[in-house]
């Protein structure tokens, strides 16, 4: 279709051409049939060519016509019949290349009506001009008839110059079509390596969002790492922590209790001994009660001694532990100045890791209370032991809250993973697309580079026929000047001919009439009949 449409557009610049020159013969032969009085061979000759070519644009004209009815009837079958299985862009395309070939092929129905007009009044003046002026002066008949053989050769001669024309012409519209369809492939392959070139250029561009994505997916996934790690360590201290400062109330509770056994153990010997010094009369129940006591006291003595092992075991766990709450301390501030290097990147996880933070720092706190609040414990009692061991379920759970996030980060994590998978999936499909596109975009280059190879050649073969057309065009017009010299030579000779005839009639009836008035009637009479027959 578009092929079609390319021809017929040629076709009527042709046509525009031809009518352009059919325009110049009518203006003269217009001005000769008004100005001139005597049929003359220039006359004949214009009239004559201003004949066949207003004939040939009536017939060429006839025969864009009803290619362009055809080509419309097909442009209105493709509305028609546009699939629905394409995507919506190429429905779009396909559309806007039908609305612009009816714009295209209504402008040259304009112009092919025009030229129509302009052929129908051509017509019409050689109908009412043809033989208006043909019988105005008789004396150029002998001309005519002794100049039919020349003019004859001459007409002979014009078709054949006409016919070598037209086929001139023809090959100059094929290779014009030629070149109009390898231009047309050409701005077409121009605008699929543009598009190439487009897709490629956001292939990149997404690409390259893919590995930014990738890369600070990678950084939050190193930082998630090492966020929860150090809450994992917090976590641990803090357990650590609430687990040392239970062993060491329970014990300097114990140490208070072995502490109050030994005083009542010396009260009881004072009583037993003023018992003894007074006369009961009970000296065996007595002496088995020191026994007695005398176990409980040394078995006070080893408990002592064992808690103040377990005082001294306590103290450097203690110290450990304070150590311990040093270096994390000392850490935690460093991963603060990390934390407050990365909030712009990784806002959520910051978020939780700040609140994993604040429960470590709130768990750290409640220990240090609870250090603080072991000094009440000897004054308050159990009613603080139990307010403690509530606390310390509090922070149990406070815990296991930790942990549970400290899960959901993990959690994250795996799905940070997968989708570090995805991408790099998608990032391999899309270099085989880029691959792709740019085996398509070599290959497109290497057909434009043959395009335009051809495009040279037929440029050379254009240039050559042109020179061709131009060099019996040159001849064609000293061929034309020649016959008209020599029609002009003749119609001098043919005139001074008819003259010098005239001449001669003139002298031979002078001497008939001085013959008649010289001789007798009769004689008259004799040679006068024999002259007729002459004359």
Do not use: W
Not at 113 to 119: F, G, L, N
Not at 275 to 300: H, M, Q, W
């Amino acid at each position: 279709m578009e092929l079609d449409l390319a021809y017929s557009s040629e076709k009527v610049l042709n046509l525009e051409i031809l009518m352009m020159q059919v325009t110049d013969r009518a203006s003269d032969y217009e001005l000769q049939t008004s100005s001139s009085e005597e049929l003359s061979m220039d006359f004949i000759e214009k009239a004559f060519e201003y004949d066949i070519l207003s004939g040939i644009l009536s017939s060429e004209v006839k025969e864009i016509e009803s290619f362009m009815s055809c080509l419309q009837m097909d442009i209105l079958a493709a509305h028609k019949f546009t699939p629905s299985d394409l995507l919506e862009d190429s429905l779009i395309e396909i559309e806007e290349k039908l609305y612009h070939a009816e714009e295209s092929l209504r402008n040259s129905i304009d112009q092919v009506a025009d030229i129509r007009k302009q052929s129908a009044k051509f017509e019409r003046s050689l109908a009412f001009g043809k033989y208006e002026r043909f019988f105005v002066n008789f004396v150029c008949f002998y001309n005519c008839v002794i100049l039919s053989k020349y003019c004859l050769q001459t007409v002979e001669q014009k078709r054949h110059c006409l016919q070598s024309l037209e086929k001139s012409l023809a090959r100059e519209i094929d290779l014009e079509k030629k070149l109009s369809e390898s231009r047309y492939n050409e701005e077409e392959l121009k605008m699929k390596l543009h598009f190439a070139e487009q897709e490629v250029d956001c292939l990149e561009d997404l690409f390259e969002r893919v590995l930014v994505g990738f890369f600070e997916a990678e950084n939050s996934a190193e930082i998630l790492l090492g966020i929860s790690k150090e809450i994992i360590v917090k976590v641990q201290i803090a357990q650590l922590s609430s687990s040392s400062s239970f062993l060491q109330s329970e014990v300097e509770s114990e140490m208070d209790k072995s502490m109050m056994k030994p005083l009542n153990g010396q009260r009881e010997m004072k009583n037993v001994e003023t018992s003894y010094t007074e006369p009961d009369g009970f000296p065996v129940s007595v002496k088995t009660y020191l026994r007695t006591l005398r176990c409980r006291i040394n078995a006070l003595g080893e408990q002592l001694r064992e808690t103040e092992d377990h005082l001294l075991i306590a103290k450097v766990c203690v110290k450990e532990n304070k150590e311990q709450q040093s270096m994390l301390y000392t850490e935690r501030g460093d991963m603060d100045n990390l934390i407050s290097s990365l909030k712009e990147k990784v806002l959520e996880i910051q978020s939780r890791a700040e609140s994993a933070e604040a429960r470590c720092a709130e768990l750290i706190k409640q220990s240090v209370e609870l250090n603080d609040e072991v000094g009440f414990l000897r004054s308050n009692g159990t009613e603080k032991v139990k307010l403690l061991e509530r606390k310390l379920k509090e922070s149990d759970s406070q815990l296991e809250h930790a942990n549970a996030s400290v899960a959901a980060i993990e959690e994250q994590k795996n799905m940070l993973y997968s989708a570090l998978n995805d991408m790099q999936n998608l990032i391999d499909d899309l270099k085989g697309k880029v691959s792709k596109a740019e085996s398509r975009a070599e290959s497109a280059e290497s057909k434009c580079s043959l395009l335009t190879e051809t495009n040279l050649e037929l440029n050379e073969e254009l240039t050559f026929l042109r020179g061709r057309l131009e060099c019996l065009e040159v001849s064609l017009r000293q061929s034309e000047r020649a016959k008209l010299a020599t029609a002009k030579d003749i119609c001098s000779r043919t005139k001074l001919i008819a003259e010098l005839v005239k001449k001669l009639g003139l002298e031979r009836e002078h001497l008939q009439l001085q013959v008649v008035a010289c001789l007798s009637p009769s004689l008259f009479f004799y040679f006068y009949y024999p002259i007729c027959f002459v004359a």
